[in-house]
């Protein structure tokens, strides 16, 4: 169920420096925000890409689904990430809430006039289309070349850099999400998670399984030493 939400305190945000996006005019423009319940789908693969989005609580998962049924998932963005900026006119994954999520809507076209006029705002985006880029050039990297613990020591290190905070890794998606995002099942997750815990690299803190501690980060990098130091042919 698709929810607007609404503030009766707060000014609504109308510049693209409220939704974190660098310029030098600020010019205004209209941006709404709207709240998704866990597992609804805030747009569709093939969709018109009409509009872009910011998290501003809670996580979004995109994937494709494969002929056979399965589920692929690209990525995950967490508060501040921005999706939807596509390279075309439609969307090529489906975008879904992981948990309640509130997001932040700007028009595309606005996004793109804005560009076209500044080029502080044009220099943003080209830097989120790179950061984009990067990060599925490294998903795939993942998928092709690692061991099922050394992806699960990579997720781990890439959430603990983007969710970590007081000490505590809070992981809003569930066992499935990660094996979906890491090409496993299930159960290979849950055994690589607990042997990294058996051998003392990270420690749960709730009955969930899904607040971690880690323990050890240099100890749990060694497993990803593939993808951060590759062997050259």
Do not use: W
Not at 80 to 106: C, P
Not at 127 to 145: D, F, I
């Amino acid at each position: 169920m698709l929810v607007r939400t609404v503030s009766d305190d707060r000014p609504r945000p109308k510049s693209l420096n409220d939704m974190g996006i660098a310029s030098d005019a600020n010019p205004v423009v209209s941006l709404s925000e709207f709240t998704y319940r866990s597992g609804k789908e805030i747009y569709g693969e093939s969709e018109p890409a009409v509009y872009v989005y910011q998290v501003l609580k809670g996580a979004v998962r995109t994937y494709k689904l494969l002929p056979d049924g399965r589920r692929q998932i690209s990525a995950f963005h967490v508060m501040g990430d921005i999706v939807g900026l596509e390279n075309g006119e439609k969307h090529r994954f489906t975008a879904e809430a992981v948990v309640e999520t509130r997001v932040r809507l700007i028009r595309r076209p606005s996004l793109e006039s804005a560009a076209s006029a500044d080029p502080v705002v044009f220099r943003d985006i080209l830097g989120m289309t790179t950061r984009s880029l990067q990060h599925a050039e490294n998903h795939l990297l993942l998928l092709g070349r690692k061991t099922a613990i050394e992806r699960v020591a990579a997720f781990l290190l890439e959430m603990d850099e983007r969710l970590t905070a007081t000490g505590v890794l809070s992981l809003p998606m569930s066992r499935r999400d990660i094996a979906d995002y890491l090409g496993l099942t299930i159960e290979t997750v849950s055994r690589a998670i607990s042997e990294l815990r058996r051998v003392g690299v990270l420690e749960f803190v709730s009955p969930t399984q899904r607040k971690i501690v880690i323990l050890d980060r240099q100890r749990l990098a060694g497993f990803d030493c593939e993808t951060r130091n590759p062997v050259r042919a």
